[in-house]
């Protein structure tokens, strides 16, 4: 029985619209035809459909027959159930089905996890203690747990003394956010740490501390994590230990310990909401991902190396007496920049590894003299990027130029929403969600002449995804009816382009079909790709509005690099990333 939805006009007058019954599109019902026989698709003809047409050379005739199991026991209202096989229509239902995803769900954790810490992307936070803007909103362990229930794998603490200068509050300092206890966000981080994954988690403090209270970190730190901590000692490590080495494993990451009074200063010019304008999202998910160029604005109390900032990281241990040892035997990942600016900032040290963290503006002004520099330094160091200081309402910036320089941990306001999240999202999809991907082979290689991989030097086309949109359903009941129009069905169109490196970015668009909650674009686009290891599918559907700005209606990013290739039903999320319930889109995705 089909169903209507009925929009009122004007007091006399109402429209009624019929929903239309999902259909499958032209292309499907030929390659139902081409594999079936008489109407009819038996467990051989299945099979042969997910190897050829899906591209999985590896799948059995059992998972074929589970496959065509598991979608009649969906629909046993069909006449067909007691045949074993599959008609059209629950051939395009199992096409469109959650069984048959674009990321494949069996994979897991497959890259190599024993090579050193610096071979990885990390999935990285930033004041991972605020519930929303930098300036005044509150400090929390929630969103500790929840980006650690989302396997985010580095979380960031600002640590301060209280009020009564006896314990430690973690809060945005010289800000109006409001204090959280520090033990109490160790007490979160020990009970929710490996829930997404197993894999270490790091740590990394912000401190602002007397040595007295060091000490008190070092008590409760020590007393958290017991056995879970991975203390070297004080000494710098040589290389770091690998993921796979480090399972369910705590490690702190800071600068050497240095006089309260020299961090408090610090703070200062970072913190100073008159230092710049923010820019606010105009449109309700977020604004465009930025450019590689051009999207920075610059400040320049916070674009050199040896300026005092609250994330920098000067190595000052002038006052070794005023130092708490047992703090310092705390630290696995020593931060710090060493004085003499940029120069000396990316020299590597062969005996010893350390981390090293820019602002997103300090980054962009060293990759464009120093860009082979900073990936020689990410061969063996890690080094964080974080958000410029101006970003009060914890939007985020291009990941990509730090994870094309070989940046492991590229820091993001996870409370903050918009695009650049979804691309962050997207990229640690990879690898069963682990929160940590392995960087490309050519980020990590050194040639024989000790040359090592240019970020700017444009490289030929590698490989090329086609990308094939054939329709999107879900959104009636998801949404409520009028939620797009109050007084007609929804005028829908989809977006989809690549995230990655400037040459391979793009996004392109399917023309808008007007008053249809199951939009049929049918539509297929190509995208040549220079580098499509770093390279992020991103997927989005908006609702055309003339009077007004355009409605948002769901997105997804998904790593090229471990796309499906075939037809795949893709599950949308709203803009903060839980996903709907119903809405889809059936793409078909080839490489060429």
């Known amino acids: 029985m089909s169903k209507q939805t009925t929009y ?4 006399c007058f109402q429209r009624r619209f ?25 467990v051989d003809h299945l099979h042969r459909f997910l190897t050829e047409v899906q591209k999985e050379e590896k799948a059995t005739k059992e998972e074929a027959q589970a496959t065509i199991d598991h979608c009649l026991r969906e629909l046993k209202h069909l006449s067909i159930f007691h045949r074993k096989v599959l008609n059209l229509e629950t051939f395009f239902k199992y096409l469109f089905s959650d069984i048959n995803p674009p990321l494949s769900p069996s994979v897991g954790v497959h890259h190599d996890m024993s090579a050193p810490l610096s071979h990885y992307f990390i999935h990285t936070g930033h004041n991972s203690y605020l519930t929303g803007n930098q300036l005044s909103s509150d400090c929390s362990d929630v969103p500790i747990i929840q980006a650690l229930h989302r396997g985010v794998r580095v979380i960031e603490l600002d640590i301060w003394p209280n009020s009564t200068k006896d314990d430690v509050d973690v809060l945005h300092g010289g800000t109006l956010t409001t204090p959280v206890q520090l033990i109490k966000c160790l007490k979160s981080i020990k009970e929710h740490a490996f829930v997404a994954s197993e894999y270490p988690v790091v740590i990394t403090l912000e401190d602002h501390l007397t040595p007295d209270l060091q000490a008190k970190v070092a008590q409760l730190v020590t007393q958290t994590f017991g056995d879970m901590l991975f203390s070297p000692g004080s000494e710098c490590l040589k290389e770091f230990p690998s993921p796979e080495s480090l399972k369910k494993r705590i490690i702190i990451s800071t600068k050497p310990p240095q006089e309260y009074l020299e961090a408090k200063d610090a703070v200062k010019s970072e913190n100073d909401p008159k230092s710049g304008k923010t820019q606010v999202d105009e449109e309700a998910w977020g604004q465009e991902v930025p450019d590689h160029k051009g999207a920075i604005v610059a400040d320049d109390k916070q674009d050199e190396l040896d300026e005092d900032d609250s994330n920098g990281e000067e190595d000052n241990d002038k006052s070794p007496q005023h130092v708490a040892p047992e703090y310092k035997r705390l630290i696995a990942i020593h931060a710090g920049k060493p004085k003499g600016g940029l120069v000396e900032c990316l020299k590597v040290d062969p005996d010893k590894v350390r981390r090293l963290s820019l602002s997103e503006q300090q980054l962009e002004k060293a990759s464009e003299v120093y860009a082979k520099e900073i990936v020689r330094f990410t061969q063996r160091n890690i080094l964080r990027v974080y958000p410029k200081g101006i970003r009060v309402d914890s939007s985020n910036y291009n990941p990509m130029i730090g994870w094309s320089h070989g940046a492991q941990m590229v820091a993001f306001n996870m409370q903050g929403y918009g695009r650049s999240l ?76 690549i995230a990655g490196v400037a040459a391979d970015s793009v996004m392109k668009k399917t023309k808008t079909l007007e008053d249809d909650w199951i939009p049929a674009w049918d539509e297929e686009f190509e995208f040549p790709l220079t580098v499509p290891e770093l390279a992020v599918l991103r997927i989005e559907v908006h609702e055309y509005d003339m009077s007004e700005k355009d409605d948002f209606g769901g997105q997804t990013c998904l790593p090229v690099s471990e796309l499906r290739k075939g037809i795949r039903a893709v599950p949308l999320h709203s803009r903060k990333g839980e996903k709907y319930k119903s809405v889809k889109l059936l793409m078909h995705f080839e490489f060429v």
């Open 8 to 11: 009122r006009v004007c007091f």
């Open 18 to 42: 019929k929903l239309a019954i999902s259909e499958a599109p032209p292309e499907i019902k030929a390659l139902f035809d081409q594999y079936s026989e008489n109407d009819v698709m038996t």
């Open 422 to 497: 979804w691309v962050m999202q997207g990229m640690f999809r990879a690898n069963g969600g682990c929160g940590y991907v392995k960087k490309p082979d050519f980020l990590l290689k050194t040639g024989p002449h000790n040359e090592v991989f240019d970020p700017k030097y444009k490289l030929p086309v590698k490989t090329t995804l086609k990308v094939k949109v054939y329709v999107g359903e879900g959104w009636y009941y998801d949404f409520k009816h009028t939620h797009f129009d109050a007084y007609s069905p929804p005028d829908f169109y989809a977006r989809v382009g």
